[in-house]
């Protein structure tokens, strides 16, 4: 008797992996409606089978309001919390080839990524394929396996104990869906409209809210306000030096110049020093625990100076590659069946460590520190050997930290001596430590964490007089904390629970293309802009718990109440949603609090068009001219309706020839970016306000799929694009009469 058997994984590349581990490389490769399908012949639940491995390419579904609730003009952000929403289909093409390959299998098995996102599309897998399989004949029909590297022994291990998915975890992230998109949209709907159509120089296409994000703002701004009130205070300390070594005074400072000068008077009297104690210890660094997601992240950013976004995209290209484990971890100990010495054993002949691990080897690997095992996958680790010359880049230096880290974790201590010098000069004690290495340890692999060795004056003796050199009063300042790093941020986000390990990249990232704050430097301080600024201070002059972080950090723990299954779904979500919505009420009746800050920052959009382009289009609504504002965020403003229109960014907008959108009559420009100039219409009103139901926002005319239009791409597209094969080949409105056709998806051009 024999079945089929369709695997489902959440990445292209992470399919072919599964497929040549599980088939000994052995699968044929076809191409797929969506993503490649590998075939081969197996066993499954002791019968014989025939395997189909495939892909989605992240979530099959993304989460919308019902189409009378997208307009930002015709609806009211208030309504926004109790509008209904809906699921759309991310992609056409991947939920039909998910239907079409299920058609006629008898098993599923999920090998989605262990996490709650995964959890949530392997829900939104099953919605897809679970009509579509043979009827049951008794057992389980859907299975999910746990893994977490793209290794032979985890995937192997895998399959061998194939276990239910977890529906609690999948409405856990329903929830978090639902809450970031209402509340999220509402507030930033209303800031939107409200600030763009008062100030022309924002530099920001959206004023947007996020729940998690303006928590991580807030923190940036707090630490620049901290700055700003700073009142630094002189100080005095007196440093006496000794056998030529200069000594710290045991009372460290003191803020009166008066009192900074009589302790030098009385200690400058005496022109000896007695030495009190002399006093030795042997002293230990401990190894580092094993490396999770906040740790690895917060090291990219303060040691190898790359963004967290970044650092996270290449962490999961090294896995989806088979170099290391799943990078998103909170965990920070090594389960009791991984293989500590398998995994070294594997960087035994590496070029740069393979020396130091076969000494480890020989002399014997030590037991990890111990960490918290949060329940989710083990802590990141090297699953295959790999050189600079075969990673080369940013890929090789995380790849190199991550084994770097995990051979230190089973590398012994680094064991040092420490002494410390007291004198009595009269009657005022003086110190001086030193360091010696006695044994490097781990910090051999991690020379990052080394500890330099701090001479001592090696004569000196317990008890002994010895002359004193000189005194000197020291003078300065007390300084104000600097910006915060991003990896600081990291750290008060873990503590404060705003995001979870894979969302904290997502939420600095965005804090910084919003243009609400700036990386500078090689530390990587986040500097807040004008705007930033005024968006905290006016959220704590209406409502300190928009931007605390106490508010999302107790959301976070209902969610994760649901993902226990302790809480219902419903009762978090509608609990959320109800005390936000009184915060909206109250943070829109007192907008102009926060508008004060913003008078104080930019300049009225009347003063901006006095000294703007001279490029005007016809408004739609009132028929008369609208005018463009050409700093950032480009836009159109209409002074007689006093409404603006967000445009196409980072490209050049010109007039279209008096040409008219029928369907609104609004005016058409032509946008052109990129260095072939890339050209195509876009219509200010359908571009804010789509007029065809399940077109999205943000679509130029050649984009768009209204079957009348005669600036639609079905009126001016031809055919399939020969590169990406999922765009769309339109002609370029501005190449004629020599036309040429761009596709509205990828960069290719036909000429």
């Given at each position: 008797?024999?079945?089929?058997?369709?695997?489902?994984?959440?990445?292209?590349?992470?399919?072919?992996?599964?497929?040549?581990?599980?088939?000994?490389?052995?699968?044929?490769?076809?191409?797929?409606?969506?993503?490649?399908?590998?075939?081969?012949?197996s066993t499954f639940l002791g019968k014989n089978a025939f395997m189909k491995v495939t892909s989605v390419t992240g979530h099959v579904y993304s989460i919308d309001f019902v189409q009378q609730y997208r307009s930002w003009e015709t609806t009211d952000p208030t309504t926004l919390f109790a509008a209904p929403t809906l699921k759309e289909e991310t992609s056409n093409s991947i939920a039909k080839h998910l239907r079409k390959e299920a058609k006629g299998c008898d098993y599923v098995v999920l090998w989605l990524d262990c996490d709650r996102e995964g959890e949530n599309i392997c829900f939104e897998v099953i919605d897809n394929v679970k009509r579509k399989l043979n009827p049951p004949k008794?057992?389980?029909?859907?299975?999910?396996?746990?893994?977490?590297?793209?290794?032979?022994?985890?995937?192997?291990?895998?399959?061998?104990?194939?276990?239910?998915?977890?529906?609690?975890?999948?409405?856990?992230?329903?929830?978090?869906?639902?809450?970031?998109?209402?509340?999220?949209?509402?507030?930033?709907?209303?800031?939107?409209?409200?600030?763009?159509?008062?100030?022309?120089?924002?530099?920001?296409?959206?004023?947007?809210?996020?729940?998690?994000?303006?928590?991580?703002?807030?923190?940036?701004?707090?630490?620049?306000?901290?700055?700003?009130?700073?009142?630094?205070?002189?100080?005095?300390?007196?440093?006496?030096?000794?056998?030529?070594?200069?000594?710290?005074?045991?009372?460290?400072?003191?803020?009166?110049?008066?009192?900074?000068?009589?302790?030098?008077?009385?200690?400058?009297?005496?022109?000896?020093?007695?030495?009190?104690?002399?006093?030795?210890?042997?002293?230990?660094?401990?190894?580092?625990?094993?490396?999770?997601?906040?740790?690895?992240?917060?090291?990219?950013?303060?040691?190898?100076?790359?963004?967290?976004?970044?650092?996270?995209?290449?962490?999961?290209?090294?896995?989806?590659?088979?170099?290391?484990?799943?990078?998103?971890?909170?965990?920070?100990?090594?389960?009791?069946?991984?293989?500590?010495?398998?995994?070294?054993?594997?960087?035994?002949?590496?070029?740069?460590?393979?020396?130091?691990?076969?000494?480890?080897?020989?002399?014997?690997?030590?037991?990890?520190?111990?960490?918290?095992?949060?329940?989710?996958?083990?802590?990141?680790?090297?699953?295959?050997?790999?050189?600079?010359?075969?990673?080369?880049?940013?890929?090789?230096?995380?790849?190199?930290?991550?084994?770097?880290?995990?051979?230190?974790?089973?590398?012994?201590?680094?064991?040092?001596?420490?002494?410390?010098?007291?004198?009595?000069?009269?009657?005022?004690?003086?110190?001086?430590?030193?360091?010696?290495?006695?044994?490097?340890?781990?910090?051999?692999?991690?020379?990052?964490?080394?500890?330099?060795?701090?001479?001592?004056?090696?004569?000196?003796?317990?008890?002994?007089?010895?002359?004193?050199?000189?005194?000197?009063?020291?003078?300065?300042?007390?300084?104000?904390?600097?910006?915060?790093?991003?990896?600081?941020?990291?750290?008060?986000?873990?503590?404060?629970?705003?995001?979870?390990?894979?969302?904290?990249?997502?939420?600095?990232?965005?804090?910084?293309?919003?243009?609400?704050?700036?990386?500078?430097?090689?530390?990587?301080?986040?500097?807040?802009?004008?705007?930033?600024?005024?968006?905290?201070?006016?959220?704590?002059?209406?409502?300190?718990?928009?931007?605390?972080?106490?508010?999302?950090?107790?959301?976070?723990?209902?969610?994760?109440?649901?993902?226990?299954?302790?809480?219902?779904?419903?009762?978090?979500?509608?609990?959320?949603?109800?005390?936000?919505?009184?915060?909206?009420?109250?943070?829109?009746?007192?907008?102009?609090?926060?508008?004060?800050?913003?008078?104080?920052?930019?300049?009225?959009?009347?003063?901006?068009?006095?000294?703007?382009?001279?490029?005007?289009?016809?408004?739609?609504?009132?028929?008369?001219?609208?005018?463009?504002?050409?700093?950032?965020?480009?836009?159109?403003?209409?002074?007689?309706?006093?409404?603006?229109?967000?445009?196409?960014?980072?490209?050049?907008?010109?007039?279209?020839?008096?040409?008219?959108?029928?369907?609104?009559?609004?005016?058409?420009?032509?946008?052109?970016?990129?260095?072939?100039?890339?050209?195509?219409?876009?219509?200010?009103?359908?571009?804010?306000?789509?007029?065809?139901?399940?077109?999205?926002?943000?679509?130029?005319?050649?984009?768009?799929?209204?079957?009348?239009?005669?600036?639609?791409?079905?009126?001016?597209?031809?055919?399939?694009?020969?590169?990406?094969?999922?765009?769309?080949?339109?002609?370029?409105?501005?190449?004629?009469?020599?036309?040429?056709?761009?596709?509205?998806?990828?960069?290719?051009?036909?000429?």
């Amino acid at each position: 008797m024999s079945c089929t058997v369709l695997m489902v994984g959440e990445k292209p590349s992470i399919a072919l992996g599964i497929a040549n581990i599980l088939s000994k490389g052995k699968s044929n490769t076809r191409k797929g409606i969506g993503t490649p399908v590998h075939e081969f012949q197996s066993t499954f639940l002791g019968k014989n089978a025939f395997m189909k491995v495939t892909s989605v390419t992240g979530h099959v579904y993304s989460i919308d309001f019902v189409q009378q609730y997208r307009s930002w003009e015709t609806t009211d952000p208030t309504t926004l919390f109790a509008a209904p929403t809906l699921k759309e289909e991310t992609s056409n093409s991947i939920a039909k080839h998910l239907r079409k390959e299920a058609k006629g299998c008898d098993y599923v098995v999920l090998w989605l990524d262990c996490d709650r996102e995964g959890e949530n599309i392997c829900f939104e897998v099953i919605d897809n394929v679970k009509r579509k399989l043979n009827p049951p004949k008794g057992g389980r029909q859907i299975h999910r396996a746990r893994f977490s590297a793209i290794t032979a022994p985890d995937i192997t291990r895998a399959m061998n104990n194939l276990v239910e998915p977890n529906y609690n975890e999948a409405r856990a992230v329903d929830a978090r869906q639902e809450l970031d998109l209402k509340v999220g949209v509402a507030f930033t709907r209303f800031q939107t409209r409200y600030f763009q159509g008062k100030y022309g120089n924002l530099d920001a296409s959206l004023v947007s809210y996020g729940p998690c994000q303006t928590p991580t703002l807030g923190f940036c701004v707090d630490r620049h306000m901290a700055i700003q009130t700073f009142q630094p205070q002189p100080f005095w300390t007196v440093s006496p030096t000794v056998e030529g070594s200069r000594f710290e005074w045991e009372r460290g400072r003191v803020f009166e110049t008066e009192a900074g000068v009589l302790f030098q008077s009385i200690v400058s009297q005496s022109k000896y020093a007695t030495v009190v104690s002399i006093t030795n210890k042997q002293e230990k660094k401990a190894r580092p625990i094993p490396l999770n997601t906040v740790d690895l992240l917060k090291v990219c950013s303060s040691v190898l100076h790359m963004g967290p976004h970044h650092a996270m995209q290449i962490a999961e290209r090294l896995y989806i590659n088979g170099y290391i484990s799943y990078p998103r971890t909170e965990s920070t100990v090594y389960p009791e069946h991984f293989d500590i010495n398998g995994t070294l054993q594997l960087q035994k002949g590496h070029p740069t460590w393979g020396e130091y691990v076969e000494s480890l080897i020989e002399t014997g690997v030590h037991k990890p520190k111990k960490g918290k095992d949060m329940g989710d996958h083990p802590p990141i680790t090297p699953m295959a050997s790999a050189t600079a010359s075969m990673l080369g880049g940013d890929e090789w230096r995380v790849y190199e930290y991550i084994t770097r880290h995990f051979i230190a974790t089973i590398s012994p201590d680094c064991k040092y001596s420490k002494t410390k010098i007291i004198i009595d000069i009269a009657g005022e004690r003086f110190k001086r430590s030193g360091k010696q290495v006695v044994s490097a340890g781990f910090t051999l692999i991690l020379p990052g964490l080394a500890i330099k060795d701090e001479g001592i004056p090696s004569n000196m003796k317990e008890g002994k007089e010895y002359t004193v050199n000189g005194v000197s009063l020291v003078e300065g300042k007390t300084c104000p904390p600097d910006y915060l790093t991003e990896s600081e941020l990291i750290g008060l986000m873990e503590k404060h629970g705003i995001g979870t390990d894979a969302s904290i990249p997502v939420h600095i990232n965005n804090i910084c293309e919003r243009n609400y704050v700036k990386v500078e430097g090689v530390a990587r301080n986040l500097v807040p802009t004008h705007l930033g600024i005024a968006l905290v201070n006016g959220y704590h002059r209406i409502d300190p718990d928009l931007v605390l972080p106490t508010v999302r950090s107790h959301i976070e723990q209902q969610i994760d109440e649901i993902a226990r299954g302790v809480a219902q779904f419903d009762t978090v979500v509608k609990h959320s949603l109800d005390n936000f919505y009184k915060k909206f009420q109250y943070f829109v009746s007192k907008i102009t609090k926060m508008d004060e800050l913003f008078e104080a920052s930019f300049t009225p959009i009347a003063q901006t068009l006095a000294g703007g382009s001279s490029l005007k289009t016809k408004c739609g609504l009132c028929k008369r001219f609208m005018r463009l504002i050409p700093l950032k965020p480009t836009r159109f403003y209409c002074p007689t309706c006093e409404e603006t229109y967000s445009l196409p960014q980072n490209g050049t907008i010109k007039p279209h020839m008096n040409e008219i959108c029928p369907l609104d009559g609004f005016e058409l420009v032509l946008f052109s970016y990129g260095a072939q100039s890339k050209c195509f219409s876009v219509c200010p009103y359908c571009y804010n306000h789509p007029t065809l139901e399940g077109m999205k926002s943000k679509m130029g005319c050649n984009n768009c799929p209204h079957p009348t239009c005669k600036h639609s791409y079905t009126h001016y597209g031809f055919t399939e694009c020969f590169e990406c094969e999922e765009g769309t080949l339109v002609l370029d409105p501005n190449s004629r009469p020599k036309w040429r056709a761009d596709c509205n998806l990828c960069n290719f051009m036909l000429f």
